[in-house]
C-alpha cells in the first residue's frame, strides 16, 4: 500500500469515527419491523451488485485460497478490517459469535485484513493478531487493496452480507446495528433453505479491549502522530519532518490537544523515539485511551509508564498497563492504555518511554 493511498483511506475512516455514534434511519435499511425469536421481521434486501473477486489476496490464513465461485451456495459476510483499529477490534466478538452460531446452517465468515500502517502489511503481525483475538474464520491478507477496491470500500469496519447466489443483499459501515445484522443473516439463510434456524439473537457482550465504548462521554477524536495527518500538535514549533529534533510539552494543553517532549523523529505515518525518558502528554475526554505502537526493531522491548493528572491510574489502567502504570511495548497493535469509572471528565494522559526505539502511530479512544 502505498503512502498515497493509507492517507486517502486513514482519512475516511477518521471522518467515519467522528460520526460513528450517529444512529442509521431504519428505513434506508427497509426494515419492516422488529426482530424476536418467534417470527423475524421481513426485511426488504435490495440487490447491490455481484460478489466481487478475491483473487487480489496475497496470502490466507484458517483457510485454503476461497473465490466467490467456490463460495456459491453459501451465505457470505464479508468484513473489511485491520487488526490495530479499535472500531474494526470491537465487531470481532460479533462476528465470532455469529460465524460458530450460523456455521451448520451455511454462514461463511471472511476477514479482509486491509492494512492502514506499513507494520499491518506483515504476516506474522497479522498472525499474531489473529491467534490473539480468537479468530478462526477465514482471513484474507489484502495487502495490496484489491479486494477492497473490488468492493468499492471507503470504511473499517465494513460488513458485506452476500445471499447464495453471489449477489450483495446489504451492507453496514462502522460499528452498531447488531441485531439488524444477524436480522439479515437469518434471512438470507433462509431464503437459501436453511433449516434449524435458531431466531433468538446471539447474546454478545465484548471485554477487556473488545467492550463497546461510551459514546455518550465520548468527546475525544482519533489523533495520528505522524506528520501527514497529525492534528492539535502543541509542542513549541510544530513537528519537524523526517528529521531528529528535541521537542518539549508546553505548561498548559487544551482539550484533544497533545505534545511530544525529548528526542524525536516524526515520519508520515509514526513518530520514533530515538534515546531513553521521550514522553507523550495529551488531554482528552473519553473513557478509553489506546494508543497504537510498536518496537522499532522486531524482538525487541520497550518499557513504559503512564500517568493520568500526573498520578498513576491505579483502577483507571488499561488492560495492557497494571495500576502503577507500568507497561511494555513488545509488538506492533493497539495498546490499550487507560479504561476509567464514571464520572468522566477531561483528563490528562501521559507516556514516558524509559527506553528508546520506540514507534508511536495513531491515538483511539472509546
Not at 434486501?45 to 489476496?57: I, N, Q, V, W, Y
Not at 433449516?195 to 459514546?215: N, R, S, T
Request: hydrophobic content about 40%; aromatic content about 10%; proline content about 5%.
Amino acid at each position: 500500500m502505498s503512502v498515497e493511498i493509507s492517507a486517502e483511506i486513514s482519512l475516511d475512516r477518521r471522518h467515519f469515527l467522528a460520526n460513528a455514534a450517529m444512529t442509521i434511519c431504519a428505513a434506508h435499511f427497509g426494515i419492516a419491523g422488529c426482530a424476536n425469536a418467534e417470527s423475524p421481521a421481513a426485511i426488504r434486501l435490495p440487490s447491490e451488485g455481484e460478489f466481487p473477486p478475491l483473487s487480489g489476496a496475497t496470502a490466507w490464513l484458517n483457510s485454503q485460497p476461497l473465490t466467490a465461485r467456490s463460495l456459491r451456495g453459501s451465505v457470505v459476510l464479508v468484513n473489511f478490517w485491520t487488526f490495530s483499529c479499535i472500531n474494526s477490534i470491537r465487531v470481532l466478538p460479533y462476528l465470532r459469535a455469529w460465524a460458530a452460531k450460523y456455521k451448520n446452517q451455511g454462514l461463511v465468515v471472511i476477514g479482509v485484513q486491509a492494512p492502514e500502517f506499513e507494520f499491518e502489511k506483515t504476516i506474522e503481525n497479522v498472525r499474531w493478531a489473529v491467534k490473539d483475538r480468537m479468530i478462526d474464520y477465514p482471513i484474507a491478507i489484502d495487502n495490496n487493496l484489491a479486494i477492497w477496491r473490488a468492493f468499492k470500500n471507503e470504511y473499517w469496519p465494513a460488513l458485506y452480507f452476500i445471499e447464495a447466489r453471489g449477489q450483495i443483499r446489504h451492507h453496514r459501515f462502522g460499528e452498531g446495528e447488531y441485531e439488524q445484522s444477524e436480522s439479515v443473516i437469518q434471512q438470507l439463510l433462509a431464503d437459501a433453505g436453511a433449516q434449524g434456524i435458531v431466531h433468538e439473537l446471539a447474546k454478545v457482550k465484548g471485554v477487556g479491549i473488545e467492550a463497546a465504548p461510551d459514546w455518550t462521554e465520548l468527546r475525544s477524536p482519533e489523533s495520528y502522530v505522524g506528520y501527514d495527518q497529525a492534528e492539535n500538535f502543541a509542542s513549541p514549533g510544530g513537528e519537524a519532518s523526517d528529521k531528529r529534533h528535541v521537542y518539549v510539552c508546553p505548561s498548559t494543553l487544551k482539550l484533544n490537544h497533545w505534545a511530544l517532549s525529548g528526542d524525536w523523529t516524526a515520519t508520515k505515518q509514526f513518530a520514533l523515539l530515538n534515546s531513553p525518558d521521550g514522553q507523550i502528554t495529551y488531554r482528552f475526554h473519553a473513557r478509553d485511551l489506546h494508543l497504537i505502537m510498536g518496537p522499532s526493531t522486531p524482538g525487541n522491548t520497550v518499557r513504559f509508564r503512564v500517568t493520568i493528572d500526573g498520578q498513576p491510574p491505579g483502577i483507571a489502567h488499561g488492560v495492557d498497563v497494571d495500576g502503577e502504570g507500568k507497561g511494555t511495548v513488545r509488538e506492533q497493535r493497539l495498546y490499550q492504555l487507560i479504561r476509567q469509572l464514571q464520572p468522566i471528565v477531561d483528563r490528562q494522559f501521559a507516556i514516558e518511554f524509559l527506553d528508546l526505539g520506540v514507534e508511536a502511530y495513531d491515538f483511539t479512544f472509546g
